[in-house]
Structure formats: structure tokens, C-alpha cells
């Protein structure tokens, strides 16, 4: 497993390639939760804002269930927590 943030971003953004993003923004929080037990071992905390036609009709959970089936081996380590936000595409009616 990848050691360092930029690595662990890079495997996110790889492995969440699969739902075609239009739009994809990862950010490590880590530092927010120096201390936390979680956070021992190194894993890490991070946000991933993702906009994907994908997610169309679907609701929060399912999206979510779509990022972390991509994820899940990943979890518990090297990422501790995920906040997700998981949007589809505005579209104009």
C-alpha cells in the first residue's frame, strides 16, 4: 500500500476513474486529526468531492455505496475516514 499522501491520492483518483468524473477533487485531512486513534499506523483522512454522470437518479447512499465498492480495500488503511460528497451533473431542463 502506497506510503505517502500524494501515492494515496494518486491510487483515489485512479481507482475512482472508473465512475468518469467530470469533476474530481481529493484533499488529505490527515493533519485535522493528529492524535485520533485512527490516525495511528498512518492512515489517513481525506474528502473526495466527485461530480459523475454515473450518479444520475441515484441517492446519496447509493452513490456513496458506488465510491467505497471502488475503496473498500483500501479501508481501514492507508484510509482511515472518507467524507464524500458525491454529486451527478446539473443539468439543464
Known sequence: MPDNTTDRIALIRTRLAALEPTALDIRDDSHLH???AGAQG?????HV???????????PVARHRL?????????????HALALD?????TNS
Not at 498512518?42 to 481525506?46: D, P, T
Not at 468531492?49 to 441517492?59: D, P
Not at 458525491?86 to 446539473?90: G, K
Open 34 to 36: 493528529a492524535g485520533h
Open 42 to 46: 498512518g492512515a489517513g483522512h481525506y
Open 49 to 59: 468531492r466527485i461530480v459523475a454522470s454515473r450518479f444520475a437518479g441515484l441517492t
Open 67 to 79: 465510491v467505497y465498492d471502488l475503496l473498500q480495500d483500501l479501508i481501514p488503511h492507508p484510509i
Open 86 to 90: 458525491a454529486q451527478a451533473p446539473l
